[in-house]
């Protein structure tokens, strides 16, 4: 099935809908969403963690990076400057990391 992404003016996914892959006009329902609803339109894949396509797949509130052509979640807030956007597009944190690697540690103590 194709997904779609609509972004307002700043990239960022205001909602995803599934196209129709069947659509008639063979574009996987492309030109019905800008023809009924309007709107900046762009392909995101549910498979994304597999194939790569656009890095993640677009939920409400990701960011759309138009230069490195990816969607981002948005910056978990966990207040720790260690947090990093990794080569997948996704958020780490190494401090983060540690709290858990410390307190699986103290589980097995
Ligand atoms: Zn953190």
Not at 22 to 50: M, R, V
Request: proline share 4%; hydrophobic share 35%; aromatic share 12%.
């Amino acid at each position: 099935m194709a997904h779609w992404a609509e972004l307002d003016s700043d990239n960022k996914v205001l909602r995803v809908l599934v196209g129709d892959n069947n659509d008639p006009a063979g574009d996987e329902g492309y030109s019905w969403i800008i023809e009924n609803l309007g709107g900046t339109w762009i392909k995101t894949s549910y498979n994304a963690g597999t194939n790569g396509f656009r890095y993640n797949f677009a939920g409400i509130g990701f960011t759309y990076d138009p230069i490195d052509d990816a969607f981002i979640a948005p910056m978990p807030q966990c207040g720790h400057d260690a947090m990093i956007l990794n080569s997948l597009k996704r958020w780490e944190c190494s401090s983060c990391d540690d709290d858990i690697r410390q307190r699986l540690a103290g589980i097995q103590e």
